[in-house]
């Protein structure tokens, strides 16, 4: 796409896997923590959005970029979040607890 500029993205599957990757938007729009599916020639992966475009200063040609096919689903097989301690002691408080403040 003329006037495009490449996005960063973190890839949370393959063995990019953590990477920043730079990738062509291809056209998709895009808002920063998007869920994308990103390919490059045969090889594809999950990625999230991390820089805009508009953080880019100076920039490669997007035809030797991977681009970015899609906004990802849970169908595509995004990994779970390891469950956190905190996390578990939300859930112990239950509804009751939602939005109290902590008293110390």
């Not at 729009?29 to 599916?37: I, M, S």
């Not at 200063?57 to 469950?83: F, I, M, N, Y």
């Amino acid at each position: 796409m003329a006037g495009e500029r490449p996005v960063g993205v973190r890839a949370v599957t393959g063995w990019l896997r953590h990477r920043l990757v730079w990738a062509s938007p291809n056209g998709v729009t895009l808002r920063h923590g998007d869920r994308v599916l990103v390919e490059d020639g045969a090889t594809s992966w999950l990625a999230e959005v991390v820089v805009m475009p508009d953080q880019i200063v100076e920039a490669v040609s997007l035809d030797v970029l991977p681009r970015v096919a899609r906004q990802a689903s849970h169908a595509d097989g995004w990994p779970t979040p390891p469950e956190r301690a905190g996390a578990r002691l939300l859930a112990t408080l239950g509804p009751a607890g939602a939005g109290q403040p902590l008293s110390g």
